[in-house]
């Protein structure tokens, strides 16, 4: 299948995109956090400069649960994308205002660990171990990671506030016809 024509797919899957048009969909803000993410992957990828460095646009937080993995992703568009455990998935495409102000706290939260960090130079490793918790911060000039104890991680002054708005959004999400289903 292809893309619609002039869609964002479209410029991002042709077979040479053109750079200049590459950074005004990623810069664009009324495009979806995901395909401007996309967007500026490419820039990256293509050696072209990016127009926003530390700009963030998405946060997945992973917590391992009974020998499988918890996923929460919330974006800056407020798409919230939730996959528990036992694999039933939530996809909220449109944010109630409670929903897209407790989305706003978690980015605000995750911008400050964001500018004090340099994204991550390897590649992405397994899930997170039992008991850790893993905070993944898409940003425009690429993935930025902080992973560790549950516990130290709830208590840190920078990824604590990233884990309790995480959490109060998760709940949110769970108890407004957000229900995971399968």
């Given at each position: 299948d292809k893309p619609p024509k002039n869609s964002p797919l479209e410029?991002?899957?042709a077979s040479k995109p053109d750079p200049t048009t590459v950074q005004k969909?990623?810069?664009?803000?009324?495009?979806?956090?995901?395909?401007?993410?996309l967007a500026f992957s490419w820039l990256r990828l293509n050696n072209v400069t990016?127009?926003?460095k530390k700009k963030l646009l998405g946060v997945v937080v992973e917590?391992?649960?009974n020998g499988s993995l918890d996923v929460l992703?919330?974006?800056e568009d407020n798409r919230v994308r939730y996959i528990n455990q036992s694999e039933k998935i939530a996809i909220l495409e449109s944010a109630s205002p409670e929903m897209a102000a407790k989305?706003?706290?978690?980015?605000?939260?995750?911008?400050k660990v964001v500018d004090r960090h340099a994204p991550a130079n390897k590649k992405r490793v397994l899930p997170p171990g039992q008991g850790n918790i893993r905070l993944n911060f898409l940003a425009s000039?690429?993935?930025?990671?902080?992973?560790?104890g549950f516990s130290a991680m709830q208590k840190d002054g920078?990824?604590?506030?990233?884990?309790q708005k995480a959490t109060d959004l998760l709940v949110l999400v769970t108890r407004l016809g957000g229900k995971p289903s399968k």
């Open positions: 410029v991002l899957l969909l990623a810069t664009d803000q009324s495009q979806e956090s995901r395909v401007r993410l990016i127009p926003d917590v391992p649960l992703a919330a974006y989305v706003r706290e978690l980015l605000s939260v995750s911008q000039d690429g993935l930025y990671v902080s992973e560790g920078l990824t604590g506030p990233v884990v």
